[in-house]
């Protein structure tokens, strides 16, 4: 059994099954190349600070990148007496080169080391997420581009409401991921802090050049208080919580997905590579992708909860209970990357059925509203505008009649406002049309957002 880095003060074993407890070996050798990059930068800390020599630090360096490669290689057996990934590259480093392994720890504890190792980490996942989502943006915009003038019911409270466009539809949801974007971003900027020289809480009592480790490592700034550098995860919260937002996006955008593709809806079909099917009813064609998405979002948010329980009664400085922000962490990432790559893919192979879409706008009164605006124009307060076309939906429903089925005769026994231009007025693609306030529905406005969200997509991510 390897002997332990602090095992100086104890005159017993660790116990088998506290061994197993405390480790976190299992999931944070995730994290090992981000040790790696936050020791070499350390190493170089202390060559500035007089502590190591240029050719110690040479070979540290050198014995740390064949530990990567054997970590990467799956070569290095990673067993839970090595407690952690740092205590297990730090081992090995000494393995490799002998005593002078051991003197890489001055200076630093393991927690600053593993403060550093998480927002690297964090760092270059919310930079993927960030192209992800930049891919998901662009799918919904090549999606709303090849449907520009497909209409369809829009709904409140599930209900039909007023006609849409479905690329108005979709393009609700580029809105959305775009803030998202944003939320990613904010949390990046904020996170983007070197903990390194934190020491334990208090500090390094070795003359460490922080802000050259800022710069080696990529970081805009250092951390301005050794205890908040080792004793917070709020960046995994924040990073939990715009990831939480997302998911409730997909998880929105799947509920209408399952809707849409249902026998009952008919507004699309799913291809067969995104499509499952059924183990005793053959005619089943199921919409998995969207289903797991939305239950994977509930997953997520257990994520979220579960750190902000952790953390809530926690005194400074850090505590064994952070040990528990990184599988929630990593499973979040796992989630939301795969949810992000296999989205795009399925919203862009699907087929819209325009046909049934109109169809829907038929039945439900969604041009109630324009028989309302049409006697507003007229004069008409809209309140005593708004229960004559209540009126006119009543007498509808007891005729089985439409509002453009109405005659001129009808109208007018509603009200002596309407003339011959009121089923012109309450057409679909007129309703659709008068829409042509910024950000309405009008086809020549959703046009014009169409072509800028184009080159905000074709501009890169971010």
Known sequence: MKKKAWSGRFKESTDKHVEEFNASIGFDKRLFSHDIRGSIAHASLLVRAGILKEAEAKR??????????????GKLKLTPELEDIHMAVESRLTEKIGPLGGKLHTGRSRNDQVAVDIRLYLKDEIFEVLNLVHGFKRALVEVAGKNLDVIMPGYTHLQRAQPVLFSHHLLAYYEM????????????????????????????PYPLDRKYGARLLGFARVTENSLDSVSDRDFIIEFLSAASIIMTHFSRLSEEIILWSSQEFGFIELSDAFSTGSSIMPQKKNPDVAELSRGKAGRVYGHLVSLLAMMKSLPLAYNKDMQEDKEPLFDTVDTLKIVLKVYGPMLGSMKVNSEKMLAATGAGFLNATDAADYLVRKGMPFREAHEVAGRAVGYCIGRNKTLEGLDIMEWKALSPLFGDDIKAAVSI???????????????????????TVRKEVEGGCC
């Open 60 to 73: 540290i360096i050198a014995g740390l990148k064949e530990v990567e490669k054997e970590i990467a290689a």
């Open 429 to 451: 693609k007129r309703s659709l049309g008068a829409r042509k306030v910024y950000g309405g529905t009008a086809l020549e406005t959703v046009k014009k957002r169409l072509k």
């Open 177 to 204: 991921f775009k803030r998202d974007t944003g939320r990613l971003l904010d949390c990046l900027e904020r996170m983007d802090e070197m903990p390194l020289g934190a020491g334990a809480l208090a500090g390094s």
